[in-house]
């Protein structure tokens, strides 16, 4: 870290300042070790479950359980008239727009035939 050399326009990183590593209290240290003991025992836990070949039941990762209710359980959305116009929008107006031009391209190509007077880009007889 002596070597290191701040860029003129950019600002410390919060790793890298000083504070951020002499500067703590013993409190905060003490909490950090107990808070890094408890990952490590978590963590040799697991481990020792996934490892055991004589087990015979799942093994419970909380962080997979958290992750799969996340997602399974998205109550974030809001039906508001913003998201119904931009439903609307990116879901129903393309829809309709497609059903128009071809609608217009096929009712002009039929009027066309009509009258006689359509000539067929692709011929299948010669």
Do not use: C
């Not at 107990?34 to 479950?49: C, G, I, N, V």
Request: without cysteine; proline residues 6%; aromatic residues 12%.
């Amino acid at each position: 870290m002596a070597d290191y050399k701040a860029a003129s326009l950019a600002t410390r990183p919060k790793t890298l300042d000083p504070a951020e590593y002499f500067n703590l209290s013993p409190e905060y240290r003490r909490a950090e070790e107990k808070r890094a003991a408890l990952r490590a025992q978590l963590k040799r836990q697991y481990l020792q479950q996934l490892n055991n070949p004589h087990r015979k039941e799942l093994i419970e990762d909380p962080a997979l359980t958290r992750w799969t209710y996340a997602r399974t359980n998205n109550n974030y959305f809001r039906p508001t008239a913003k998201t119904s116009l931009i439903g609307g929008l990116f879901g129903v107006l393309p829809l309709f727009v497609l059903y128009v031009v071809f609608k217009s391209d096929r009712d002009k190509r039929d009027a066309k035939i009509k009258a006689g007077t359509y000539e067929r880009p692709y011929k299948l007889s010669t």
